[in-house]
């Protein structure tokens, strides 16, 4: 497996597969089963595979969470190797930004993208300027690597709708393929975030995504109201928990709903011992 750290590189490399299918898959690293599965399926469906790994700075609000953001990079790119993964590119914060684009003098081409709803809702409500970022970021890698396919998590929902509506309305030709989320054993949804819990808060971490199927289980026969209380209650009665929010949204838009839509989506924001943790699940 190639490891590139220069863009210079990786488009050399790029241009030499004419013809052929790239895949691409996005990553921040600390890397985990769940991000294997997106390489694994990139390595089924195309000729070439390129993943990224890079801790984004434009995409944190949070600057102590930036600091905290887990680097296993020696362990990362041996995992990406038996996986099959052709190439990483791994740059550093100055390969990817002049000083003027992060101190935000430069705005972003993709400043143009309408998020409508997305951005004010759930993460883009709790998180102003992390969809900006995810999109500035994403749209440099889609213009570096140049992919067929590019394989994103449904673990992070409205991230895939807006990197979905970034490509359209900004036309690029990639095809964005939605990934499902992989759990570890408690049913906890794999985060790179999970490796900052301690023992205890991850064994009970397992309690958010059991609370979210009993959410899917009751879509049937109640109305929103009752399944939000329900969460509300179940994820409270843990004084571990911090309930963020809790949602029920269209699964396309993201919009929140009030009257039963398919599809639908119940989404979750979390903290527990200083780590904020994200689920959702499809209704
Ligand atoms: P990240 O490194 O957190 O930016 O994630 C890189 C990609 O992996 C994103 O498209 C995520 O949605 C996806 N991903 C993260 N966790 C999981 C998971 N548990 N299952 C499937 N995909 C995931």
């Known amino acids: 497996m190639h490891v590139f750290r220069l863009k ?13 299918n790239i895949g691409f898959v996005p990553t921040m690293g600390a890397l985990h089963a769940g991000h294997i599965s997106l390489i694994e399926k990139s390595v089924a469906e195309n000729d070439f ?6 801790v984004n700075p434009t995409q944190f609000n949070n600057p102590i969470d930036l600091e905290k953001y887990p680097r296993t990079e020696k362990q990362d790119v041996e995992m990406l190797n038996k ?3 052709d190439a990483v590119f791994i740059p550093a914060i100055t390969e990817m930004y002049s000083p003027e684009e992060i101190n935000g003098k430069i705005v972003s081409k993709t400043a143009l993208v309408n998020l409508g709803l997305l951005d004010k809702v759930m993460e883009g409500e709790k998180r102003p300027g992390h969809f900006s970022g995810v999109m500035q970021v994403v749209s440099k890698l889609f213009d570096i690597v140049a992919p067929s396919n590019a394989y994103f998590g449904q673990k992070d929902a409205q991230q895939l709708a807006v990197i979905k509506t970034m490509v359209n309305q900004m036309g690029y030709k990639i095809n964005i ?6 759990r570890e054993e408690n049913g906890l949804a ?3 975030r999970n490796m900052r819990l301690s023992v205890d808060d991850h064994k009970v971490a397992g309690h958010i995504s059991a609370t979210l199927f009993k959410a ?8 929103i109201s009752v399944i939000k209380q329900y969460v509300n209650s179940a994820i409270k009665s843990n004084p571990k928990f911090t309930l963020e929010y809790f949602e029920i949204a269209h699964a396309e838009t993201l919009a929140p709903v009030t009257e039963k839509t398919n599809p639908s989506v119940a989404c979750i924001a979390v903290w527990i011992g200083g780590v904020r943790l994200i689920d959702n699940i499809l209704l």
């Open 49 to 54: 595979t390129v993943a990224s790994i890079f």
């Open 8 to 20: 210079s590189e990786i488009i050399e490399c790029i241009s030499l597969k004419k013809g052929q």
């Open 83 to 85: 996986a099959g993964c």
């Open 216 to 223: 899917k289980n009751m879509w049937r026969d109640s109305n």
């Open 190 to 192: 794999m985060s790179s």
């Open 177 to 182: 393929v939605a990934c499902p989320t992989l």
